[in-house]
């Protein structure tokens, strides 16, 4: 209207509500469609994953996707990280809260992992516990425990009670529509440390900023003057709630 330097009148007004009009439902309709195609995604993810998981439980594995523990490092860092950027990003309905797992929404407490589910695990090694980064094998429901595989080494499974698991988030969260569903600055978190697969004590130094950015993580660390690191990038995939040991 401005640009054709047109009146505002009753008919510009009626028309330029029409165009709005259109442009909404437009708008609609494409949201729906690319939530439809997410659906799709996941659910040929799924099959992906479910068949991955058989060929690894029967030792029939495709070219190029061996066991890990005979997979070269740089490898596997490459495979975390492509993991993280494709992590779905979760798009809401209007004011819809973001649900569990999304970001740092946490899961429900009756939650059960699937099997091939990413998760942070707190195992005893040589004597001393870590949070690593594992693969859901099974779910007793008898005995309430998992049957985990270490990310970093195939075939080192561990049983674990459900309250030494943490699983990791299966959407990400956007920042300029879902802030909530990200965890705030000064947050105490656990992350995964760069080029490793154990997690860590942190504070969030800045939450991302964009769907496609990462959180700046400050981890603890004994060898600075302030007990912390200097900030380093921790994708959305691998930032989750820290979970304290049970006091004996």
Request: glycine content about 6%; hydrophobic content about 35%; proline content about 7%.
């Amino acid at each position: 209207m401005q640009s054709e330097q047109k009146m505002m009148s009753p008919y510009y007004r009626t028309k330029l509500k029409g165009l709005y009009t259109t442009a909404s439902s437009d708008s609609e309709k494409e949201a729906d469609l690319l939530r439809k195609c997410l659906e799709k995604i996941a659910q040929i993810k799924a099959v992906r994953n479910e068949q991955r998981l058989l060929a690894k439980n029967s030792g029939m594995y495709a070219d190029g996707e061996g066991p890990r523990k005979t997979m070269r490092r740089g490898v596997l860092m490459t495979m975390l990280q492509q993991a993280a950027l494709t992590l779905p990003l979760w798009i809401g309905r209007g004011t819809e809260s973001p649900p569990p797992l999304c970001g740092c929404m946490p899961a429900e407490a009756n939650y059960i992992a699937k099997p091939g589910d990413k998760i942070a695990a707190r195992v005893k090694s040589d004597g001393d516990e870590n949070w690593i980064l594992a693969e859901v094998i099974s779910f007793n429901t008898n005995s309430n425990k998992y049957t985990i595989d270490d990310i970093d080494e195939e075939g080192k499974e561990h049983v674990l009670s459900k309250r030494r698991v943490i699983p990791l988030p299966l959407m990400k969260a956007n920042p300029e529509t879902n802030p909530e569903a990200l965890f705030k600055k000064g947050t105490l978190v656990m992350a995964l440390y760069p080029q490793t697969t154990c997690f860590y004590r942190a504070l969030i130094d800045e939450p991302p900023t964009g769907p496609m950015e990462d959180y700046l993580v400050l981890f603890e660390d004994n060898s600075y003057a302030d007990g912390y690191s200097p900030a380093l990038k921790v994708a959305q995939r691998y930032v989750v709630q820290i979970k304290e040991p049970r006091k004996r």
